[in-house]
């Protein structure tokens, strides 16, 4: 079994930072991609940022140049560093983590969702 577990989420004020953290464990043989994803209230979810077993990062154009994705594979861990949050990044956020979890079998597992909000 493999779990995912999102932590620190919470309250800022707008312009804030917060970093989020995203911990695999269980039955791991390696991790390939990590992504975080967010889901607003009566929107789609949708990717925020993804990073690779190599350290390649992707982000969604909302969240470019204050967002910064990182990971430390030693730890199964993934981070998220918001920086300059606006109320618009106000959402449940989610983990996801590409996880081998025998020779040649990978499966997606998400964390439960940590909510981050932002005031005006």
């Known amino acids: 079994q493999v779990q995912v577990v999102e932590s620190g989420g919470g309250l800022v004020q707008a312009g804030g930072s917060l970093r989020l953290s995203c911990a695999a464990s269980?039955?791991?043989?390696?991790?390939?991609?990590m992504g975080w994803y967010r889901q607003a209230p009566g929107k789609q979810r949708e990717l925020v940022a993804g990073?690779?077993?190599?350290?390649?990062?992707n982000y969604a154009d909302s969240v470019k140049g204050r967002f910064t994705i990182s990971r430390d594979n030693a730890k199964n861990t993934a981070y998220l560093q918001m920086n300059s949050l606006r109320p618009e990044d106000i959402a449940v956020y989610y983990c996801?983590?590409?996880?081998?979890?025998?020779?040649?079998?990978?499966?997606?597992?998400w964390g439960q969702g940590t909510q981050v909000t932002v005031s005006s």
């Open positions: 996801n983590a590409d996880v081998r979890i025998t020779m040649g079998t990978y499966r997606g597992y």
């Open positions: 269980g039955i791991i043989f390696s991790i390939n991609a």
């Open positions: 990073i690779t077993s190599g350290g390649s990062t």
